[in-house]
């Protein structure tokens, strides 16, 4: 009896490079000045399937210089055939204008060179041009805070509440140029609120097409300006201010909030202490130009200034009768307090400056 044995080659795999790119519009144009990742995509170009646990080296060099040197990757799972995976770098490249033009090349290799069968198309690379005829147009749509909900309109009562911080804040912005931006591209935009602006940048989750848009959640408090504790009208804008960014018209959009103070300092119910505790003191307060005088002081005294709104803005003790200067407030109208801290008795005078 005669045994026939079968001898068969070892399984080969067409590995490739079917896509290298950055982000740039149509003609591969890029901004100067742009910073951006870049993306390769590996296929599994032929008929067998790649399986789970296969090792393959990936690189990426830009004008022939790595930017990402080999390094190993590892199949987490059978790579069938026809299969596609995209990779993106999290760091992003500089094009600057002073090389206008770059050669970007992405290679995914068999770390077992006797694995691949077509190694013609294990390397694949791509030509873009710097110009100055593209830019980088983001658009500010909205914003809006997520973070108290009760913030407009909030009371402060003369002080005795305080305003809740802002916590989180939902903006969208739009990709207003011809340029595709890849995933993990950096979009950078400003946070500004009363005079504390913010710089806040993060990265897109996804390929943010031309006339793409995309929604940013901001809940971390070091990068939210602070919030007012005065009452007023403000509005919190986010500010898009890409590099490259020409078009200033729509960089800019707010949300507006106010914050009250109801107190009412002539209401008789919000004074320190009753009008008939008024009868009899020696106390008095007198107007003058740019100060007012307190007179009757037997004890000592305590002397405040408060504006319409209810603010403190001056407080001083006294054991004698004297002036408190008021030239540096601006004109308006103030009431003016002044309590015998032994026996209680207050003197109240509106006092208006011009």
Request: aromatic content about 8%.
């Amino acid at each position: 009896m005669c045994s026939i044995v079968g001898i068969s080659s070892a399984q080969t795999y067409d590995l490739a490079i079917s896509e290298v790119g950055t982000a740039a519009n149509s003609s591969n144009q890029i901004p100067p000045s742009m910073v951006a990742p870049i993306f390769f995509t590996i296929k599994n170009n032929g008929s067998n399937i790649i399986p789970t646990g296969s090792e393959i080296w990936i690189a990426v060099q830009v004008n022939a210089n790595y930017f990402i040197a080999p390094d190993t990757l590892v199949f987490n799972g059978d790579f069938p055939a026809g299969g596609e995976i995209t990779l993106y770098t999290t760091a992003g490249y500089s094009f600057e204008a002073s090389t206008p033009s770059y050669e970007i090349c992405a290679g995914a290799y068999f770390t077992n060179a006797a694995l691949e069968s077509n190694p013609a198309n294990n390397l694949n690379c791509d030509d873009y041009t710097v110009s100055s005829a593209v830019h980088n147009d983001w658009a500010a749509l909205s914003m809006a805070i997520a973070n108290p909900s009760n913030l407009d309109g909030f009371d402060l009562d003369n002080l005795t509440n305080t305003v809740p911080d802002i916590d989180s804040v939902v903006l969208i912005l739009q990709n207003n140029s011809s340029i595709t931006f890849p995933a993990f591209y950096a979009v950078n935009y400003q946070l500004a609120l009363n005079g504390d602006t913010q710089n806040v940048s993060g990265v897109l989750s996804g390929d943010l097409a031309p006339g793409g848009q995309t929604t940013r959640i901001v809940n971390n408090a070091s990068i939210i300006p602070a919030t007012p504790q005065d009452s007023g009208t403000y509005t919190f804008c986010v500010i898009a201010n890409e590099v490259g960014d020409n078009v200033d018209s729509n960089d800019v959009t707010c949300e507006s909030f106010t914050i009250i103070d109801s107190y009412d300092p002539f209401q008789p119910s919000n004074w320190p202490l009753g009008t008939e505790e008024f009868n009899g003191t020696t106390l008095k307060v007198v107007p003058m130009i740019d100060a007012i005088r307190v007179e009757g002081v037997e004890n000592p005294t305590e002397v405040t200034v408060m504006d319409m709104q209810g603010r403190l803005v001056r407080s001083v003790n006294l054991t004698e009768d004297a002036n408190i200067q008021l030239n540096d407030e601006k004109s308006g109208v103030y009431i003016i307090q002044a309590a015998d801290e032994t026996n209680g008795a207050v003197e109240v005078k509106k006092f208006s400056k011009q």
